[in-house]
């Protein structure tokens, strides 16, 4: 047994959390490492949809471009029965972005393309995922967690300040914690899901026959590829092991023409409803994140998408902690997901049972399913110091707007939120720089100027124009206020424009500036 030099954190599993919070960490120049116990990547669709909340996250890594290059909006719905065309139906047609709001709707995409994506922008960074590397036990002191690894060769020993499970839903990470992870499993409901190639549907509609008295069957076309995914139900008694044959034989059965085949199978799998969150993120030094802590229904597209923000929680926390924050902010990362986790949950549970049951009228998207609407107010780390706080308060999601910087030159506000704390002072003739003076690169502070306002004292360099008074309008702040927007794009305080204090007080709690002086 070898060991190994310590690190700060230790990612287990390379899925979209894994990858995600390895991206955050690794921006920050955070020592870590991030293992997967596969020998190859996996090549299956699991998930096929980022939310808008995930598309903002992802352009703040940096992967946005390339994310929209390989997805699609607006994917409408066309309806058989039997070989009946019953009509098209997008069910996000009224979603459109706006300025405070630039992804309005899910993007079509392969998970399997995020997590390739996500791994091009982590070696951008410096870093990569350590295949066939398997976590096979690890004990916990009051400084640091001791993992052993088992690997070709042998195994290795390592120590790292903090463990991190983004291990999936059989996560040994949770078994060996012990953490308790309740819900059930609905054996008598089952889906067939597989990624194929379909000649005889154009890839234009997501094809669904939601009539057939054996069940529903669908496949839809997955941008930058050549295959569709394929769902159906089944019966209980389906047998366990799927075949291209059985895939085949359903599509036959169920839609009535002659004309489609499915062949080049990536990916057959038999999926169970299994509906299971944990009853606490965090043990001592070791989190638990992803599939690791909440498992849903793919009804509603949310358990990739809330990895991915889990991820970007805890991602910035842990980068200021190890940089010299205290310690304590690493509690507000169970604080904060863990009841989001419960609330997207019981969204996707009541979507699953719709569709299994064939209720159209309950399988509606509202707006919650998008998590542009996620917000932890209430938390320890929101705070409104406002008499009368308006319609955005701290906790809520941060909105973008369209603005100009002193020179004119076109600028939005999430271009100014990314990867650090951010002060928007909506006040006139604020030096918005005193108000930070301690904590270095770790905060930016911008005077945001109505277009007709003076800049007033505030630096050339940190004045934003509001040119078409969207920033004024999303923030709700008319009378003027001071905004601190965390690394993550949520608002951490709103206060007066009297209160450099109080921004002041706030960042000593979260920042590790105060502390190193960077």
Known sequence: ??????????????????????????????????????????????????????????????????????????????????????????????????PDVPYACPLIIPQWRVEEILRERLADFGGRVELATELIGFEQSSDCVTATLSRAGGTEQLVAEYLVGADGGRSLVRKALGVGFEGETWKDERMLVGDVQVDGLDREHWHSWPKHEAGWVALCPLPSTNSFQFQAQIAADEPDEPTLQRFQEIIDERTGQSGIRLHDATWLSLYRANVRMVDRYRM?????????????????????????????????????????????????????????????????????????????????????????????????LARDERDLPGPVQAGDRAPDAPCHDAAGKPIRLFDLFRGHFTLLAFCRGVVTQAMTRGFGSSVHAYAVIRAEAPAGNAAAGDTIVDTAGHAYRAYEVEAGALVLVRPDGYIGLIAGCSSAGSVQEYLNHVCAGAVTGR
């Open 1 to 98: 047994m070898n060991n190994h030099a310590s690190i700060s954190v230790l990612i287990v599993g390379a899925g979209p959390t894994g990858l995600a919070l390895a991206c955050v960490l690794a921006r920050r120049g955070a020592a870590f490492r991030i293992i997967d116990k596969t020998a190859v990547y996996f090549a299956g669709s699991r998930g096929k949809g980022l939310q808008p909340r995930s598309l903002e996250a992802l352009e703040d890594l940096g992967t946005i471009d390339r994310i929209l290059a390989n997805g699609r909006f607006h994917l409408p719905f066309r309806g058989y029965d039997g070989a009946t065309v019953l009509g098209d139906h997008d069910m996000h047609a009224d979603r459109v972005p706006t």
């Open 284 to 380: 001592g030094r070791v989190f638990l994140a992803g599939d690791a802590a909440h498992v849903h229904s793919p009804a509603g597209g949310q358990g990739m998408n809330t990895g991915i923000q889990d991820a970007y929680n805890l991602g910035w926390k842990l980068g200021e902690v190890l940089a010299g924050a205290p310690g304590e902010l690493l509690d507000t990362y169970e604080e904060e997901r863990l009841p989001v986790a419960a609330s997207l949950l019981g969204i996707t549970t009541k979507l699953h049972r719709a569709t299994f049951t064939g209720k159209l009228s309950d399988q509606r998207r509202g707006p919650e399913t998008l998590q542009l609407g996620i917000s932890y107010r209430g938390s320890s």
